[in-house]
Structures are given as structure tokens and as C-alpha cells.
């Protein structure tokens, strides 16, 4: 119980530190259908908040995602967009070390919230590990919850990844990604 305690100290004094501490970005892990939901959702978010940047992981090809965020009147200027990840680890390994480099302590993450589970198993490991924390925001879908099994198999894959750096990713996912039919 002696133990206990201070424990239960430490994750109510994190929890209150997540209530206080405003995100400093958008991450939004690639994905989306032809239809661009996850980035027509991101535009309109994006409006609330003028002065963080978007990270952009996966996703549509550049021109696609830019037209979007410009009809919806948000300075493409804004964007940061990665095409380095070939899966949803890689969304948050590939960019993790640039959000640390400027200085990010909190971002809020978007993505489907069918996706949402896997990618907060994922985030609360690779961003946690430079000390990076976020605020999830789901994106509506029809969609069921992915199965918990993906969750675990990527939450052990992001620790293989703080451990070692690496991420268990191939490159035959990256060659498919690269011709734009890459798996998330």
C-alpha cells in the first residue's frame, strides 16, 4: 500500500498536467478512403485552432490533401507532410523525433475512430517515449472498432521499436504505399 501511493500520486498529478496543457500541433495518421475524410475533417478542425501546425503522416498524395485544406480556407502553409510510414506504427515512428526536435509536448491526435483504440495503444508508446502526450479526436465512421488483436500486435510492435528502432515494417508494404495502395 506504501508503495501504492505514491504511484497513484504521480499518474492524478500526469492526468492533471493533460487538463492544463494546451496541444501544440495537429498529428493526423494517414489512411483516409478516396473520399478524404480524415483530411476534410482535420480542415474544418483546423479552422478552431489558426496557429498550430498539421502533421500529416500517410495519406493522400500531396495535391489532394493541400486542395482540401485551401477550400476549407486553412494556409497550406500549415501542413508538414510525411509519406515515410507504410503503416500505423511507422505514422508515429516517422515523426516522432521531429515533433520532439521543435519542442512538442502535446499534440492532438486525429484520426477514424474505428482506428482510434490501435492508434492511442500506439501513441501512449511512441509519443510517451520522448515525452510527447496527446489529445484524441475521432472522426466519425460507419465502421466498426477494429479488433483488439490489432491493438496488441501493434502496441508490442512500438515497443520493439522504443527498444531497439525497430519497427517490423516491410518493404513491401512500403513499395505498395509508395504506389498508393499502402495497408493501415
Known sequence: MVLALPLLMWLGYKEAKKQYTQPQAV????????????EKFTAQFARKYPNLPIWITGGSPPRHTRKV?????????????????????????????????????????????????????????????????????????????????????????ALVWVATGYTGASDGNKRRNLLGAGSN
Open 27 to 38: 498529428l493526423v495518421l494517414g489512411g483516409s478512403t478516396k473520399s478524404l475524410e480524415r
Open 69 to 157: 485544406f485551401v477550400k476549407a480556407g486553412v494556409d497550406p502553409k500549415r501542413l508538414h507532410l510525411d509519406y515515410e510510414a507504410v503503416d500505423t506504427v511507422t505514422n508515429f515512428t516517422s515523426l516522432v523525433d521531429d515533433l520532439q526536435a521543435r519542442g512538442i509536448k502535446r499534440v492532438y491526435l486525429i484520426t477514424s475512430d474505428f482506428h482510434m483504440r490501435r492508434a492511442c495503444v500506439i501513441g501512449e508508446i511512441v509519443l510517451g517515449s520522448r515525452g510527447i502526450d496527446f489529445k484524441a479526436v475521432s472522426v466519425p465512421s460507419e465502421k466498426p472498432p477494429e479488433p483488439i488483436e490489432k491493438s496488441i500486435r501493434d502496441g508490442a510492435r
